[in-house]
Every structure is written in C-alpha cells, then in structure tokens.
C-alpha cells in the first residue's frame, strides 16, 4: 500500500484556528491528498474543539433515532453492519442504497445537527450541504464495505464531508480500475491506495472526482473496543416528484 502523501495546505476552504476550552489551538487547517485526474482530499484531524466533540457525541450517541436495517447486496438480504439514521431538507428526492430508503428527519428537532452544519458550512463556503447519513459502528466487527456515492441525486463530481467522533477508525480509499470507472462497487488496483486514520472531531472532504474513480470504506477492526460515529454530510441535487391528485 503506497502512503499517502499531503501536499498542499487546504487554504480554498478557509478552514481556521481558534482557541477552545481546553486551551488548545483548534487545528482546523487542513492539508489535501491530491489523488490525480481531478480528484483530492482534504483531511483536518482537529476540525472541532475536543470538549465540545464529546458533547455532540454523547447528544448524538443517546437522542437519535439510530435503526440497524435490512440491505440487498447481490441478491441477498443482509442486517447493515452498522447503525444508521438520515436528515435531510423537506422536499428532496429520497435516498435509496441497496434496496433501502432511510426515513428523512428534519434536523429541526436536533440543534446540535445544525450547529455542526453550521461550523461546516463555514469551513467550505459554498458548499451548501442538504443532507446527513449518520453511521454508528459500536463494535470493531462493525464497518463499512468499499463503495463510492456516485448516486446521480448528487451530481457528477459530489463534494461530501465527514465529522468522525468517538473511537478513531481507519478510512480507506482505492482506485478504480479504468474499466470499471463510474462503477459503484469495482474491482480495484493494488497500488493506488491511502489510509487516514479518523480522529475525534475530525474532517474529511472527498471532492472532483473523487466517487467517479475511487472507492472507499472503514473495514472491521478487532482492537475498535468502542463506538465510532460519523456523519456524512452531502448535497442532494434532486428534489422529489409532486404527488398527483387525482
């Protein structure tokens, strides 16, 4: 597996430092992973305040409404290895991922949702993110297999966040194989492949064409002891068909 290599400082999305309770800079300047042919990632391993992260995790970990659903992988049917829970803006096109489609909850009923919008929003202005899939790994058997959201709702060349809180986690990223470029589950080379270890109150921005030629996922990990959350923050392009009156 070849390291990953930062390369430039991620100045385009005015990420900035501040002091926080703990008395710690706010390290929220990220560096970028330029992944070639238009594609890049951003990571800040500590985009938001220790204190405050702990906050939003015990908030979201206890008030939420998590479900562990049934997914159709290949054919068969299978228990999500992973708890899940979904928000999104009133009027947009519903989300659907192996055979399943999350109920939308309005973050209306959850400030702490929105305060973290709001902090990322500011961190990459022009982003405009309408959505958030939250993930619950509360095991180290717990993961996420590799894939890409190329889903069409999102557009061509999707920017998509994430906040990890709790328990660090390793994501993973590997190129696609030219033929199976546009694909969501590809077959994939041996070489192009970066690590980032998710720390608590991080930040990791896929953006270009980032799900058009790579895959990613958190595999399991026997030593993860204890839970990890993480919400992916996207913009759903497509808003939902009228109903007919008839």
Known sequence: MRQMKLTTLFE??????????????????????DLGNGSEVVYAPQF????????YFNYLDKKLPWIRPTVHVFGKAHVQPRDVCYFATKGLKDLVYSGYTPKAYSWDDHLPLKEI???VDKAIPGSHFNSILLNRYTVGNDYV???SDNETLYGPTPEIAC?????????????KT??????????????EKHCFKLKHGSLLVMRGYTQRDWLHSVPKRAKAESTRI??????????????LVV
């Open 145 to 147: 297999g590799w894939h």
């Open 117 to 119: 919008l709001d902090e």
């Open 163 to 175: 906040i990890s809180f709790g328990c660090e986690r390793d994501f993973f990223l590997k190129k």
């Open 230 to 243: 993480s919400l992916t923050f996207r913009r759903v392009l497509e808003m939902a068909q009228p109903e």
């Open 48 to 55: 938001l305040p220790l204190t405050k992260s702990w906050d």
């Open 12 to 33: 385009t999305a005015s990420l900035t430092s501040d002091s926080n309770a703990d008395g710690n800079d706010n390290l929220s300047l990220g560096s970028v992973t």
């Open 178 to 191: 030219q033929g199976e470029v546009g694909s969501k589950r590809g077959r994939t080379t041996n070489e």
